[in-house]
């Protein structure tokens, strides 16, 4: 079975039959803890909108009632909210 990501769950396909899966519950905490609190350094407009499409799933339309704001900001607030986050992330995995 693979994730929507395309990494598959314990070896069920001779290509991930060689991974070393005892580390793989620790090291995806320590990614999602550091994940979390690159979200959490957003700036307030950024996270909301990043929280309420990414992680809660809610479409623009949704997004846009709940935040007071048009679909259009919310595009454009998601986009920069991504790039932001990965500038964060990119700082943390490749230092």
């Known amino acids: 079975m693979t994730t929507r990501h395309g990494c598959c769950n314990p070896p069920s396909s001779p290509r ?3 991974r070393d899966w005892g580390d793989a519950v620790p090291e995806r905490k320590e990614t999602a803890a ?8 957003l700036p307030d407009q950024y996270r909301e909108v990043l929280v309420l499409r990414d992680i809660e799933e809610r479409d623009t339309s949704e997004a ?6 048009t679909p ?3 595009k454009v607030r998601l986009h920069r909210a991504r790039q932001a986050l990965r500038t964060l992330l990119d700082r943390e995995f490749n230092d």
């Open 16 to 18: 991930c039959a060689s």
């Open 34 to 41: 550091i994940v979390r609190e690159a979200i959490a350094r």
């Open 64 to 69: 846009a009632a709940l935040l007071g704001t």
């Open 72 to 74: 259009n900001a919310v």
